[in-house]
């Protein structure tokens, strides 16, 4: 079945820097990426998601790349500031094959 | 409108006990996930409905975990005999149909087994 892997486990950069997450999956029949960003003692909330026929989307200070080939994707985070403060999670599933992998989660912290 | 909704927010229990735990989807959605977040951890999926067809348990990791869906909109999620390494917190969450990928979760009940 599908394995997801993300890195780091931790992140710790300064307010207005960027922040890069990274993940990497196994089947690659997969083709719906989403990245979820759970604050302490919430629920996981959709950020950006991403299908296998982009390579790249954006939404103002978040963005994700999706490299097929490698099997690896991407969401980066510019500008920083100290509400981006949280863990994020890299999911991957096929369309139609109802459950998500999840990766173990980034705790990001922003320093102010 | 209402997002998912799920009940209690926190349990505590005693090892051996059974326990329930409810969600109730966003109206109108058929397909509704069960995943498991121990501390620290990731998202761990258990259990997926699918409007009336049979339910993928694929994920229950073992036969004191089960899972019903009435009428097709509020499920429970029951743990038998609780054991300690069932503590984690326990998430729901709907989609609109099994081809729509983005999944709406619940805030979670935290169970913990003494």
């Known amino acids: 079945g599908e394995n997801v892997e993300q890195h780091p486990s931790t992140l710790s950069v300064q307010e207005g820097d960027s922040a890069v997450i990274k993940c990497t999956y196994s089947?690659?029949?997969?083709?719906?990426f989403p990245w979820y960003k759970q604050e302490l003692g919430k629920r996981p909330q959709l950020i950006i998601d991403?299908?296998?026929?982009?390579g790249e989307k954006k939404d103002q200070r978040i963005a994700v790349t999706l490299n097929k080939t490698a099997k690896h994707f991407s969401l980066h985070i510019t500008e920083t500031q100290p509400e981006d403060s949280a863990v994020y999670f890299c999911?991957?599933?096929?369309?139609?094959?109802?459950?998500?992998?999840f990766g173990q989660g980034t705790r990001l912290t922003i320093n102010p | 409108g209402a997002g998912v909704s799920q009940s209690p927010s926190n349990k505590v229990t005693e090892k051996g006990k059974d326990v329930e735990l409810r969600c109730d989807p966003i109206?109108?959605?058929?397909?509704l996930y069960w995943y498991r977040q121990s501390l620290g951890q990731g998202l761990e999926f258990l259990i997926y409905?699918?409007?009336?067809?049979?339910?993928?348990k694929s994920g229950l990791p073992s036969d004191r975990f089960s899972a019903e869906r009435t009428g097709g909109s509020v499920s429970t999620l029951t743990i038998q005999r609780t054991q300690q390494e069932d503590s984690a917190v326990y998430l729901c969450?709907?989609?609109?149909?099994?081809?729509?990928?983005?999944?709406?979760f619940g805030p979670g009940t935290r169970l913990l087994v003494l």
């Open positions: 991403i299908r296998s026929n982009v």
């Open positions: 409905f699918q409007g009336n067809s049979a339910p993928d």
């Open positions: 089947d690659s029949a997969s083709n719906y």
């Open positions: 109206s109108g959605h058929t397909a």
């Open positions: 969450a709907s989609s609109p149909d099994r081809w729509a990928e983005t999944q709406y």
């Open positions: 999911a991957a599933s096929i369309t139609g094959a109802q459950k998500l992998v």
